[in-house]
């Protein structure tokens, strides 16, 4: 996919960094013992929809022909990239549908609400869910917005990585969770930009290896996904990201859900960092790596815990 560039990554920032600010990276002495590296952390959690993913829906709103901000979007996600459209639609004054399926927890239907969108739910799982979103962008004009092939999106999702590997050339591996792989496709697009040695490892939950497999075989797999990790549970490879990850991506790790709890706990303890699951997968990954080495880099994706992640941090937080 030519769209998919170091320059555009470069244009994509500067576009990003004109509405969020860089966001914060630091490490923690009790987070390096822990994983037995120097470890940097950098806070996406601290963006105002508390995940990196609002920075993809920034730019994507930002490249918008007028006659595509004058029709609305309309998108398909429960998660991050809903409150990431709904949040950048909002201040760009353009009108943005969310679907997402019927049983989606009524927080999440409030947050996008709350942020001004739409929410139309719709269709049992997400497959459905999206159908229903091609249907309500035919009937009624509307731009739709792909969440895992679109270049705006991908494009602003890597602008952590331009930050963060700006920042700290050193870092020697670079722990990246992966649901579509935009995260992912991003860091590699930045390590081979700015020429570093960086090895950029991704991160999927075994339970949900979609991802994993496509990059294994070289074909788009789909598989059911079954993890509480919400931002990790895609069940398709998608062509976009597999397309950078083929030539680009070092390894390729899965993680149990218990070891992306654990994680959790860690970031709660050792970094005073709340993390959702797929927030906390960065660190899931370096924890299991054996071939890890020297200095290590992940960003904490995301800080949207769901009340039985919180649960779940306290338990494993009092059993330590
Ligand atoms: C917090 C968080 N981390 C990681 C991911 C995975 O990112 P990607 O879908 O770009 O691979 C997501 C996806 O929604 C997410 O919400």
Same mark, same amino acid.
């Given at each position: 996919m030519t769209d998919l560039t170091f320059d555009a990554v470069l244009e994509a920032h500067s576009r990003v960094s004109e509405v969020l600010p860089e966001t914060p990276t630091w490490t923690y002495p009790v987070l390096d013992a822990a994983v037995g590296s120097r470890v940097v952390v950098k806070h996406e959690n601290v963006q105002p929809t508390g995940a990196f993913k609002v920075r993809g829906g920034v730019n994507l709103l930002a490249s918008l022909a007028a006659d595509e901000r004058a029709a609305g979007l309309v998108t398909v996600s429960t998660g991050n990239h809903a409150q990431s459209i709904a949040w950048a639609s909002a201040r760009a004054g353009v009108a943005a549908t969310i679907v997402m399926p019927v049983g989606t927890c009524t927080n999440k239907v409030r947050a996008v609400e709350a942020l001004g969108a739409r929410a139309v739910l719709s269709g049992a799982d997400m497959t459905e869910a999206a159908a229903v979103a091609v249907s309500l962008a035919e009937a009624e004009g509307l731009r739709m917005v792909d969440p895992g092939n679109e270049p705006a999106i991908i494009l602003g999702h890597a602008t952590v990585y331009l930050e963060l590997l700006r920042s700290?050339? =050193?870092? =020697?591996t670079l722990y990246v969770p992966v649901g579509s792989g935009s995260g992912a496709a991003g860091a590699v697009l930045v390590r081979d930009g700015l020429g570093l040695p960086t090895r950029v490892v991704a991160v999927q939950a075994a339970g949900a290896p979609a991802g994993y497999r496509s990059w294994k075989s070289g074909t788009l797999e789909a598989v059911a996904p079954s993890t509480f990790a919400a931002g990790l549970a895609t069940g398709v490879g998608f062509a976009a990201t597999q397309a950078v990850l083929a #030539? %680009?991506? #070092?390894d390729f790790l899965l993680v149990s859900d218990d070891e992306l709890r654990a994680a959790m706990a860690v970031m709660a303890t050792s970094a005073h960092t709340l993390c959702e699951g797929a927030g906390a997968a960065g660190l899931a990954g370096a924890l299991a790596d054996a071939a890890r080495p020297g200095v290590v880099g992940f960003a904490c994706? %995301? %800080?949207?815990?769901s009340r039985e992640e919180v649960a779940e941090i306290a338990r494993l937080g009092l059993a330590a």
């Open positions: 700290h050339p =050193e870092i =020697e #030539d %680009g991506l #070092d994706t %995301g %800080g949207n815990a």
